[in-house]
Every structure is written in structure tokens, then in C-alpha cells.
């Protein structure tokens, strides 16, 4: 038995922790496993493998896929896919060139709002893999600095959320061709924080299509949601998952959770698997 959280990203995309550093931290958390679920890549997954089986830590090769559904963004999370599959490569790069385009959207009506931004001052907040995959937080890094905002909340809330001056939609895959990807790859499909979206009447939809399990606990569900999407997983006979969405700390913020806020039992990286054997 042991805990283990399942939604983590790393400096494969826009986490502040190296591969290995995450799973030190989990370690340290007391965790017994993790899954390495960076936006649209699977970069830094075999890294963070290999270091846990050093410590002792259960490694789960995961994804964080952006889709578009009725002009809304929805994140799809995957488990267990082999990263390998040149299927799944293929459309990650295709997402990592939506995401590059949607940073340029976000910036260029950053300049039309009078806040000079530009990509090379976003691109050298990128930790890691320089230049590759950098996300809307290191655009909130570039705002802290220049004070035109105080926190990374105050970033979102005012310019990089869904609610902000400065949000930017492209055009993605659906989240039924993501669960299709994922499935295709070997992997199991889970809706990521799904009380965010505000948009409950599609998970039945994704269920049709072979959705494997909702996120119901992660930080930004407050207890009644967490409720909510436990109750709702349990009605459609799909997994219940968890996960802290770890980022890291930026400018005196969490991103998010810190590592482990959000936990569920072991045995659940055993359920993602066996919901693959069909396949």
C-alpha cells in the first residue's frame, strides 16, 4: 500500500523541476509513485523512469493533451501509453506547434494592450529543454518581472486565464481523438480537473467514447466537487483518480499544488493498467 499522485509536470514543459528532481521530491513527500503527465510531450518520462528505480519510486509514463471542444479547452490526461508509439509522437508534435502558436496569439495581444512582451523574454524563462514547449506560466514569469502583475494568480486572473485580456484559443484535436490516441498507444483516458471546464454534460459523451476514469481530486476542486465527480465516476462505472498538478513554487506562488497535496492509493496505477487490456 502507498500513495501516489498522479498528475505531475516537469521541465519538459512548463514545470520547474527537472525530471529526476520531481521524483527526489517524491521521495522525500513519502510517495510510492507518480506519473510524469507534462503538456503535450513525453519528453521527460524515460528520465524520470530511470531515476525511479533507483529510489525505489513507481514512475507512470503519462500525458497532459489539450483539446478543443465547442470553442472551450478540456485536458486530457493519459496513462501507460508507449511513448515510443509513433502515432502519439505525431500528434504530440502537431500540439506542441498549437501551443507555440497559441503563446504568439497570447503575446501579441499582450503588445496590443500596451505591455511589451516578447518571445525570446518568455522562451529564456524555459527551464530545461530550452526553447521546446514553454506554456502560459513562463508568459506570467515575463509579467511578474516587467510589474505589470504581482503573483502568477493575479497573471491568470487578469491576462492568461480563460477569463483574461490576453487569452488566446487555436485549433486542437477533440477529446474523443485524444482518448483514441491514447487508447491507440496502449494507454487509459482520464478527464483532467474536470471542474474547471463548468461543462459536466460532456464527460457521459467521453464515457461513450471509452473514457477509463475522471480526476475528482485535484487542488482547484473545492470538497463539494471532489464529492461531486467521486459520485459522478462512480455512476458511470468509470476509474476515480487524483493528482496535484505540480508545477512548482514561481515568484512566491504555487503553481497549482505542491507535489503530494492531492494523493490516492497505489492500487489505481494497477486499475489504469488493466483498463488497457482490451486493446
Avoid at 500540439?95 to 505591455?115: F, S, T, V
Avoid at 487555436?170 to 474523443?176: G, Q, T
Wanted: glycine content about 10%; overall charge negative; hydrophobic content about 35%.
Amino acid at each position: 500500500m502507498g500513495k501516489v499522485d498522479l498528475h505531475v509536470h516537469t521541465t519538459a514543459s512548463d514545470g520547474l523541476f527537472s525530471p529526476v528532481g520531481v521524483v527526489k521530491l517524491a521521495e522525500e513527500a513519502g510517495l510510492k509513485g507518480i506519473a510524469i503527465t507534462d503538456h503535450d510531450t513525453v519528453e521527460g518520462i524515460e528520465e524520470a523512469r530511470a531515476e525511479g528505480k533507483k529510489r525505489g519510486i513507481e514512475v507512470v509514463p503519462g500525458v497532459e493533451i489539450s483539446t478543443m471542444w465547442q470553442g472551450k479547452e478540456i485536458h486530457m490526461l493519459g496513462y501507460h501509453m508507449d511513448v515510443h508509439d509513433s502515432r502519439l509522437l505525431k500528434i504530440l508534435k502537431k500540439q506542441q506547434e498549437a501551443r507555440h502558436q497559441r503563446n504568439l496569439k497570447i503575446i501579441d495581444r499582450l503588445n496590443e494592450l500596451g505591455i511589451p512582451v516578447t518571445y525570446e523574454e518568455v522562451i529564456a524563462k524555459k527551464k530545461g529543454n530550452a526553447r521546446k514547449n514553454p506554456g502560459r506560466p513562463h508568459i506570467a514569469e515575463v509579467l511578474i518581472d516587467k510589474g505589470v502583475v504581482k503573483t502568477m494568480d493575479e497573471a491568470f486572473d487578469q491576462y492568461l486565464g480563460k477569463d483574461g485580456k490576453a487569452y488566446a484559443v487555436v485549433e486542437r484535436i477533440s477529446p474523443f481523438e485524444a482518448i483514441e490516441c491514447i487508447h491507440q498507444s496502449g494507454g487509459a483516458a482520464v478527464i483532467a480537473h474536470p471542474g474547471l471546464y463548468e461543462q459536466d454534460d460532456l464527460i457521459p459523451l467521453l464515457v461513450e467514447k471509452g473514457l477509463d476514469g475522471i480526476e475528482m481530486n485535484h487542488p482547484d476542486h473545492p470538497a463539494d466537487q471532489k464529492r461531486h465527480y467521486e459520485e459522478l465516476a462512480d455512476q458511470l462505472g468509470v476509474l476515480k483518480t487524483a493528482g496535484s498538478d505540480f508545477h512548482g513554487e514561481r515568484n512566491g506562488s504555487m503553481y497549482h499544488a505542491p507535489l503530494g497535496t492531492c494523493t490516492t492509493d497505489i492500487s489505481v496505477i494497477k486499475d489504469l493498467k488493466k483498463q488497457r487490456l482490451y486493446l
